[in-house]
Each structure stands twice: as C-alpha cells, then as structure tokens.
C-alpha cells in the first residue's frame, strides 16, 4: 500500500511528523495556513528586526527531542543563554523563579511579614492534612506560596494572563510549570545559576526554517498560504481542500490545527453532542508589540512578569538578552518584547499600530522608563496562544479523542492546539513523533505525551 500522508500545520508539531515520516521513507504533503514557517515559534521578521512572539526556551527532558533539534542547527548557531527572570510586584524586581533569600531581601517589609507569615500557616495545615487536593489553581497557590504572596505574585498574573478566576482554572499545569520556593540558600543559588537553556542565534523560526528545508530537500510540498478548510474522509481515503483552491488527497491526516477547528470541518460530520463538546473548548489569543528604545536601560534580566494592575502589559521579554542577532547589528538601545494576552473577541485584538503604540507607551511610563525615546513599534498576533486548561477541558478532549479514534481511525491530532493541551515544543513535537509510530502499527498512545504533572524544569537536556 502506498502511504500517501497529509499534515495540516508547519509548526513544530506538523514538521516534526514530516521529519519522523520523511526518516522512515515516506514522504507527506503539509498544508500550512500562514506565509511563515514554525507556527507559535517561528520568528516574525521586520527589516533587520527579529521578534520572538513568546519568547522560546529550548528545554526538554527527551533526549530524542535534543537529539533532532542539534541534528537540525549546527552548533555555533545555538546560543546558551542564561535563565534569569524576575517578577515586578509593589515596583520591586523578585527575582523568579522564588528564592526565600530573595523574598526576605528584595521585598518591602510588610511584604515579608505577611507573606513568610502565610507561608509558614499554610506549610503547617498541608503537613497535619492527611490528604492533599488542591484542584484549583487558586487552592494550589494558597496551599504552596501562603495566601499573601500567591496573591502577590500569581493571583494578579493568572487573572491578566489567563483572563480567568484561578478558582476556576485546574491547578495540573501549575505543578508542571511554577517552581516551589527555594529555601536550601547554597545548594539553590547553584541550580539558579545553571539555569542555562539553548536559543537559536536568530530566535526559534530559524530551527523550524532549517527542518523545513530539511523536508524540501526530502521531496516534501510544503504549501503556505493554503489553509485547510475541509476534511472528507470515505473510510479510506482523506481529501483535504484549503481555502487557495488545492484538493490534495492522503491515506492518513495529521492535524496541528486547532482540534475545535477541525471538529467542525470534518466530513461526515461528528453528532451533535461532539460539536458542541469541541465547542467548548478555548483559547487565549497573545499580541506580542516588539519596541525598538534609543536608549539603554540595563535591565538584568531575560524577562520580566508584571501582575500588578497599573499596567496592560502581562510579561516582557528582553530580547537582548535572549541574543544579540534579534536586532540589527550596531544597536546599542533597549529591544523589549510586550506581551499582552487577550479572548480572540476581545476589542484590543483589532488595536492597529498606533492603538498598541499608545498602550505600550503608557505602559513603559507607569513602569517607570522615562522618556525612552520609541524608535519602532513591530507587532505580532497570535490568535491561538494558549488552550486553555478548565475542568471542562479535560472531558471534553477525552470525549472528543474517543469519538475520533473511533470513527475516523487514520486521523492523528497532534501538538498543541491539535490535542488541546498546554504543550511546550518538544511535547507537541513528541505527540507528532508518536502519532507517525502509531500511524506505522507501534502500540503507543502520543495523548501520553506530556501527561507527567510533576514539575518539568527538572533534569532537562539542552
Ligand atoms: C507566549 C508563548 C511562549 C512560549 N514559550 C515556550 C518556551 O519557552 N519553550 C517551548 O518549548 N515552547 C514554548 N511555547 C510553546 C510553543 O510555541 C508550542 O508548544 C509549539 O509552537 C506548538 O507547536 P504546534 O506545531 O503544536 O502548534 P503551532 O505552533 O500552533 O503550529 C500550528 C500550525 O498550524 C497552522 N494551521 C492552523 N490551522 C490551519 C489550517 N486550517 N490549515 C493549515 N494550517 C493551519 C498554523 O498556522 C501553525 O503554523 C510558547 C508559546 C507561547 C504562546
């Protein structure tokens, strides 16, 4: 039989399967919907600008993932940058992840008392409780931080970042992602300081770049701008049409795109009730605004969190840090990346330059940059950021997963909008690597992928 596959999707998630596919001699068609290559990670380009939209860390615990990245880049066009973020709570940098020493020493005194005082009251309940079950983000936070710091530095934060109540978020991605407080002072500042990740020179669209070539050289049709809009499937066969014109037909479908999306293009359609399962399902959208200042502010850190509610903006990223090559060679000003997070419906997602212009103005007045002199404003949209984590989530793609599998056994989700879940690169990239084994007969199941809720910053290969 020849294997004929399609890939909706040339993020990480949809060129990783091409990769795994291309390894094992068989050669896909991907269907990407934008004129760029490497979805959430790819790097926007404006002039001699370059602009990460998320600010990309490469980390992972899979070897396998390490492996292919270094395959795919030389080494001298990876950065190792060193990890160093703070918080900015009260007009106070913290540095973050949270130190003890550093909650005693950076943060006002009224701060400290309350905060270790809260601290300590929720350290003694968990230890006398015989059973732990903090399900929501905000039992989760109370219980680890102490009420009056998890209000200080996360409640605000997921309020403006999630745009929701973190009574009402699952607490199992904050396990994965939110580090507890350090308090073992020699042994931490050491781990701080090895805090390295790996960076692509020119941020993380040049890797994706690089495995898109790779798949070309291979044989592989890449169409950009060709977005999938229908799926009909006959039981064998897959014919795929894209909103450009192109009818493209395949044996299997791999899909990155959102699986909400998906849902509602397929042919048959789902019932009903799956429709409206797949409905449910949410995303937060993400405008990234990069500003060029003329002046030079040392700021000391990669990013910066910024939970409290003077400001619009939710984190900043500082791209010099990340690598110097993000801007144009002979820049000696400030280059920040604003990140502001919104629902795809919201008003600012319409915002054009000068709105968002405006915003951030404001934004670097009431952090305290004072006359910064803006010599340009570059902004990226990124409609499906974050799938977002509910107790609904889990149920609903569990739903939805069975009904596919079930009815249309040859289509593979994959990554992290195709799967609904709050992956990082190499999760998605995983998911996509095991659908192709499955896709070959392997007993695996790639909705394992990133179903550890222990904290994964540990023990990490760059
Ligand atoms: C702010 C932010 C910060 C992040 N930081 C990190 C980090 O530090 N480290 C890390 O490893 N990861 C990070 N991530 C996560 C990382 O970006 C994602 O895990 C990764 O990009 C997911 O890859 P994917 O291929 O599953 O999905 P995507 O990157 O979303 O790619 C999906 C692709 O499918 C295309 N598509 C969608 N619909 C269609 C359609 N109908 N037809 C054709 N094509 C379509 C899209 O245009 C896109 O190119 C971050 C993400 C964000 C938003």
Known sequence: MERTPLIIGAGPAGLSAGLELTRRGVIPTILESTGGIGGLARTQVDGDWRIDP????????????????????????????????AMLVNNRYVRYPLMGRDLLLQLAVGDVVRGAGGYAWARLRRQTRIERRETSFQEWGRSEFGRH???????????????????????????????????????NEQAVDQDVFRYPRYGPGQLWEAAAKKLADAGVDIRQNAMATSAHYDGRTWTVATDRGDIVTGDALFSSMPLRLLVTMLDPAPPEHIRAVADQLRHRSLITVAVALRKHYDIPYNWVY??????????????????????????????????????????????????????????????GFKNPQIERVMITRSKFAYPIHDPARDRSVVRIRDYLREHY???????RNGMHHYDNQDHAMLSAIRSVGKYFGENVDPWQVNTDLSYQEQGLRR
């Open 54 to 85: 998320g600010g990309h860390r490469f980390f992972t615990r899979s070897e396998e993932v390490a492996d292919l990245w270094r395959s795919l880049l030389p080494e001298d066009q990876w950065l190792a940058v060193p990890r160093s973020s």
């Open 149 to 187: 710091w998890y209000e200080l530095f996360f409640d605000g934060y997921v309020r403006k970042t999630w745009l929701a109540d973190p009574e009402n978020i699952a607490s199992d991605w904050a396990n994965q992602r939110i580090k507890p407080i350090g308090w073992q002072l020699s042994k």
């Open 306 to 367: 910024t939970p409290g509610p003077n400001f619009h903006v939710g984190r900043i990223q500082n791209y010099r840090r990340w690598s110097q090559d993000l801007c144009p060679k002979g820049f000696n000003g400030t280059y920040l990346g604003f990140e502001y997070f919104l629902l795809p419906d919201q008003d600012l997602w319409l915002a054009n330059e000068h709105g968002l212009g405006a915003i951030v103005e404001r934004d670097l007045h009431q952090l």
């Open 409 to 415: 056994p040859s289509l593979h989700p994959i990554g």
